[in-house]
């Protein structure tokens, strides 16, 4: 089955702590993007890549870093720079291709900060 | 800056009833989506509108852009309790093919039997 994998489900960090959350497509898609949803809120967009070893700071880029260095592997780190980090954590993909495509987002990561 | 407005916010209705949700967006911007969101879930995507005067409908749902009063609606008839969910639209800048989507806060959807 092609599709948007993120793991774990559920992340607990102690504060002060980095932690990486994963992101892996099958949809040969080659643009990736992170956002973090708040409750009750819209997605914000955190990093997105259209290419392999490159990536491009979304609006709230501040305390996260991301990697590119396979198409199918987009990973999130939350530092401990990230003041606010407890959210929910969606990764999508798309084809840059095709103008009328969508972007097809992954299960989630649900991130609490102890 | 692109801005994306959903009103309304918070919706309570009766099944069979039908409803409009509107998605203003504050500059050009080169297509439109739609996307459900069920509580703790991830988002699925409903529809994207490419054009001005675009129409798309899928079962109860149909959606239609105006590029021109950058507004989009998403018409619901004839609810019934199974579209319960909360629906975002999201709009991508007009100078940006790969750049992510800039959303709206969401229209939390209750419908009543």
């Known amino acids: 089955d092609g599709g948007i994998t993120q793991s774990p489900k559920y992340l607990f960090r102690k504060e002060g702590q980095n932690v990486t959350l994963s992101c892996e497509q099958n949809?040969?898609?080659?643009?990736m993007y992170w956002y973090r949803q708040d409750p009750g809120q819209g997605l914000r967009l955190i990093y997105y890549?259209?290419?392999?070893?490159?990536?491009q700071k979304g609006d709230i880029a501040e305390g996260y870093s991301v990697s590119r260095e396979k198409k199918e592997s987009f990973p999130l780190t939350v530092t401990s720079a990230q003041k606010n980090p407890t959210a929910f954590y969606l990764c999508a993909s798309s084809i840059l291709a095709i103008r009328g495509d969508t972007q097809y987002f992954g299960p989630g990561t649900r991130l609490t900060v102890l | 800056e692109l801005k994306v407005e959903q009103n309304p916010l918070f919706l309570s209705m009766q099944e069979g009833k039908n409803y409009t949700i509107y998605c203003n967006y504050s500059?050009?911007?080169?297509?439109l989506y739609w996307y459900r969101q069920d509580p703790g879930k991830s988002l699925e995507s409903l529809f994207v509108l490419l054009s001005n005067g675009a129409v798309k409908q899928e079962g109860r749902l149909m959606a239609s852009l105006d590029t021109k009063a950058r507004l989009s609606t998403l018409h619901i008839t004839a609810a019934v309790h199974d579209l319960s969910a909360t629906y975002f639209c999201?709009?991508?800048?007009?100078?940006?093919?790969?750049?992510?989507?800039?959303f709206g806060k969401g229209t939390h959807l209750i419908i009543q039997p």
């Open positions: 500059t050009t911007s080169d297509r």
């Open positions: 949809l040969n898609h080659d643009a």
């Open positions: 999201a709009v991508v800048g007009v100078g940006g093919g790969a750049d992510g989507l800039t």
């Open positions: 890549s259209q290419i392999v070893n490159d990536f």
